[in-house]
């Protein structure tokens, strides 16, 4: 269609997303719709092998900082684009990912929203510079080839929309001339040639004014420059010392920042926790931080590039350079180190809050039975509940064990456990847990009746959410409280998923971490932990179900309605005639959902029903019907998995299918082992240097861990007490819920601080 037409074609290429008939418009009615369809079919065309090879630059870069083979990081983004989710593709596509894990497919998920955040910077960037007309197609290149963020906002800050810096207001004065020539760094005299550029109009009185403004350019021009940004960002990086100082007037009020009131060390060495820890400082306005490497060699690194000789001119560019730094680049490349150590911080923290919280989720659960469950309190009351295997609240009532009314509560106890037929007793760990515990204890109750003290935190905030008024309109928030800690006894898992995971209490600074980022580790954590286990169809509560995989709130609340309406779910084909359950979320959910006692045997199972024949298949080669061979484990140890291999199902599924086969609907979690404190410890004044006693830990963290011994606070194991040998994670050593034998290393009543030691 001609050169000329080729040329606006290709200038056009990459900015134009309109109509054909807008192309027209824009190219002045220059070709005719006809020629303008061609266009559109190359434009097309074109922009879609482009496409393609952005998607091939995505993969490899993925590849390349995910250290995963290129065809599987490809396999992996080509899923989650098809609608795919991280639990879905973990557990039953395992062929096309190399059984890749959900942290490994969640780390490709998460670069490759980076790269497209920094694509879409790119894009930002090259609109503005169009609509400046400052665009040119060397800047555009240097601009799409920017591997990262820093670099790419580097190369920008030349050309960033700018407020009135002294450097513009010198431009504005005529000075950018005299600015080139001390740039040259000739033989010249700085004040001669300063003369000729003194104007009374434009406030230029004499020749320090001249000089001053062009030394205020080239302190900009240094300060724009990438490849010296580059060089003193990398200083910072390996070199820079974060300092803290304590406000003068706020010393009273900041006493539990004490530790940093002139506190420094390398930034880019210090731990997470203390970095949020100063930070928290600085945002209350009780501590001053300074991020900075030595000035002396920061400054000199830029002379060494800028100042080419010793003549008068260089002096000037010398001075130019420290204003550069001290005014300019510092406190710029300062602002960014911040901002890097905070998000480094945040990642772990986020992290240690996250492995946490999945260690809660996935605490051993009691499993169906009978609970009468107690709220303590002292003057209040103690509220009890007496819940079905369902968990299904039959009775509540008000006991007085800890006032005068102990006999009567006595009596209400004993009749409640033996009209429910009573199997566990839930005690919450909160005020008057431990006395109500002791009160329990000394009831008589039959021995196969455990008491089990539960821990309650957040359950107050169910207590008091929609949630909760929700599933009990008619009752008050101490009867809500009571039914969420009987329940977390049966099931923590499907308890504490209405519950926001920032409120179950297993993380610190919580509070000053990045939001979103926090929001999506910990939704990853509870989805991860939800279809591990899986999910019973039947009775899950809608909560549960949104966070199976390939369901969302509004396909939870019409599952609940459906099995209502309709009574239970006899199979797993009824899940498609749940409103807005299509085929592709049944594809993705299926699997993870359970129908316990179902006619036919594999609905009961992790195995997905996309695999149902190859089973079937398996029971009709050994002769057996599914039931027999799902009950007879030689049978299904002693199958060649080789034969059932087909295009789409490979070994790893197969293999799957094996252990499922072997243990259908198997629970992932370890069994529930009640644990007891030490019935002489109630309170803190009760410890003693020396003691050993049996705890359970409450919170991981950084520097160690916190544990619970029964004297309502947590007791600390510093990371170098935690064993015999050095830890650098105290991950290695401790999960949340873990029982463990500590020490009391040390008691400081009047801070509420116990040292505690599991060497």
């Known amino acids: 269609i001609g050169e000329k037409a080729g040329k606006i074609i290709w200038q056009a290429h990459g900015s134009f997303w309109g109509t054909c008939s807008d192309f027209y418009r824009l190219t002045d009615s220059l070709f005719s719709l006809d020629v303008i369809d061609q266009f559109y079919f190359i434009h097309k065309f074109y922009t879609k092998r482009l496409d393609t090879k952005m998607s091939m630059n995505t993969t490899k870069i993925i590849s390349k900082e995910s250290g995963i083979k290129e065809s599987w990081v490809e396999n992996v983004i080509d899923l989650l684009e098809k609608g795919s989710t991280i639990p879905f593709i973990a557990r039953y596509r395992k062929e096309m990912t190399d059984s890749m894990d959900e942290v490994k497919i969640s780390q490709i998920r998460d670069i490759k929203e980076q790269l497209k955040a920094l694509s879409d910077r790119k894009t930002a960037i090259l609109k503005s510079l169009k609509e400046r007309d400052l665009f040119t197609e060397g800047l555009a290149a240097k601009i799409k080839d920017a591997p990262s963020l820093s670099v790419l906002e580097d190369i920008y800050e030349k050309y960033r929309p700018k407020k009135r810096t002294r450097a513009l207001i010198a431009k504005e004065k005529g000075l950018e001339g005299l600015a080139i020539l001390l740039l040259n760094q000739s033989q010249l005299d700085p004040q001669m040639a300063a003369k000729k550029y003194i104007d009374i109009e434009k406030k230029v009185n004499n020749v320090e004014d001249a000089l001053s403004g062009a030394r205020d350019i080239v302190a900009e021009m240094i300060s724009e420059d990438a490849n010296l940004r580059a060089s003193i960002r990398r200083l910072f990086l390996d070199t820079a010392v974060i300092a803290s100082k304590v406000k003068k007037s706020r010393k009273e009020e900041g006493l539990k920042y004490k530790d940093y009131f002139d506190w420094q060390e390398p930034a880019f060495k210090t731990p997470s926790h203390r970095l949020l820890a100063m930070f928290r400082g600085k945002n209350e306005s009780i501590l001053s931080i300074r991020i900075l490497p030595d000035e002396k060699a920061a400054c000199n690194l830029i002379e060494n590039r800028v100042v080419k000789n010793s003549s008068l001119a260089a002096k000037q560019i010398a001075l130019a350079v420290k204003d550069s730094y001290k005014r300019l680049l510092s406190k710029s490349i300062e602002t960014e180190c911040f901002k890097k150590l905070k998000e480094n911080a945040d990642i772990k923290a986020v992290q240690v809050f996250a492995d946490n919280t999945k260690a809660l989720l996935l605490s051993p659960p009691l499993g169906q039975h009978r609970v009468l469950a107690i709220d303590p309190g002292f003057r209040t009351g103690c509220k009890v509940v007496c819940l079905n295997r369902q968990g299904q609240l039959l009775h509540h009532d008000v006991i007085y064990p800890h006032v005068a009314d102990s006999a009567k509560a006595k009596q209400k106890i004993q009749t409640l456990v033996g009209k429910y037929k009573i199997e566990a007793i839930a005690i919450g760990n909160g005020t008057a847990g431990r006395e109500t515990q002791g009160f329990i204890s000394e009831l008589g109750l039959e021995s196969g009746i455990q008491i089990v003290m539960v821990d309650e935190s957040g359950a107050s905030i169910y207590s008091a959410s929609k949630i909760a008024r929700d599933e009990f309109p008619d009752h008050d928030i101490t009867v809500r409280g009571a039914v969420s800690i009987g329940r977390r006894l049966m099931d923590p898992l499907a308890e504490l998923v209405k519950l926001d995971p920032k409120s179950i209490g297993v993380g610190q600074y919580q509070h000053d971490v990045d939001p979103g980022l926090l929001a999506t580790s910990l939704d990853d954590g509870v989805v991860f932990c939800v279809n591990q286990v899986g999910v019973e169809a ?222």
């Not at 966070?547 to 797993?572: H, S, W």
């Not at 295009?647 to 499922?660: A, F, S, V, Y």
């Not at 082992?673 to 002489?680: H, Q, S, W």
């Open 538 to 759: 039947n009775t899950a509560s809608k909560e549960l179900l949104s966070y199976v995989a390939g369901l969302n709130k509004t396909i939870a609340q019409n599952m609940v309605i459906f099995r209502d309406e309709n009574g239970p779910f006899k199979n797993r084909k009824a899940f498609l005639k749940v409103p807005r359950l299509g085929p592709k979320a049944f594809e993705q959910a299926a699997g993870f959902l359970r129908i316990h006692d179902a006619g036919y045997p594999l609905d009961s199972s992790g195995v997905h029903p996309e695999a149902y024949k190859i089973v079937e298949k398996m029971a009709k080669d050994v002769g057996v019907s599914l039931n027999d061979l799902m009950q007879n484990k030689q049978k299904v140890t002693a199958l060649d998995l080789q034969k059932y291999m087909t295009q789409t199902i490979g070994l790893p599924t197969l293999k799957d299918i094996q252990k499922e086969l072997l243990s259908p609907g198997r629970d992932p979690r370890k069994q529930f082992e009640n644990i007891a404190f030490d019935d002489a410890v109630h309170e803190i004044k009760d410890l003693i240097v020396g003691m050993k006693l049996p705890g359970i830990v409450t919170n991981v963290t950084a520097f160690g861990a916190f544990v619970d011994i029964g004297v309502h606070q947590d007791g600390l194991v510093h990371i170098s007490q935690l064993a015999d040998r050095f830890i650098k994670d105290p991950n290695q050593i401790v999960t949340v819920r873990q029982k463990v034998l500590v020490t009391v290393l040390d008691v400081d009543i009047k801070r509420k601080r116990i040292s505690l030691s599991m060497k």
